[in-house]
Nanobody, 114 residues
Framework: VQLQASGGGLVQAGGSLRLSCTAS????????IGWYRQAPGQAHEWISC????????YYANSVKGRFTISRDNLKNTLYLQMTNLKPEDTARYYC????????RGQGTQVTVSS
């Protein structure tokens, strides 16, 4: 299974973006799933995840209070609403089934200018 992330782009600091993640041949509703990011030359960071029902969430301290993870199992889509973006949020963002990056696809680039 390969997940497809989209919605990235170039935004000014303080701006917002919403990322989406879908899977064409797999029902996301049966799995916990999350987001991680990787900036050039840096280790990847597992930033958020959500339980299969959506009732449980986790956020890394670096994004807590600014990012919101959600899912719509009927649309088979995972979301990451990102607000108050900072230049240090610049990275390639991937959705995955676990912090090891299982199922990740190409990801989507987020660039935050100062």
């Amino acid at each position: 299974v390969q997940l497809q992330a989209s919605g990235g782009g170039l935004v000014q600091a303080g701006g917002s973006l919403r990322l989406s993640c879908t899977a064409s041949t797999f029902s996301l509703g049966s799995s916990a799933i999350g987001w991680y990011r990787q900036a050039p030359g840096q280790a990847h960071e597992w930033i958020s995840c959500i339980s299969s029902s959506g009732g449980g969430t986790y956020y890394a301290n670096s994004v807590k209070g600014r990012f919101t993870i959600s899912r719509d199992n009927l649309k088979n889509t995972l979301y990451l609403q990102m607000t108050n973006l900072k230049p240090e949020d610049t990275a390639r963002y991937y959705c995955a089934f676990d912090s090891r990056g299982s199922g990740r696809g190409q990801g989507t680039q987020v660039t935050v200018s100062s």
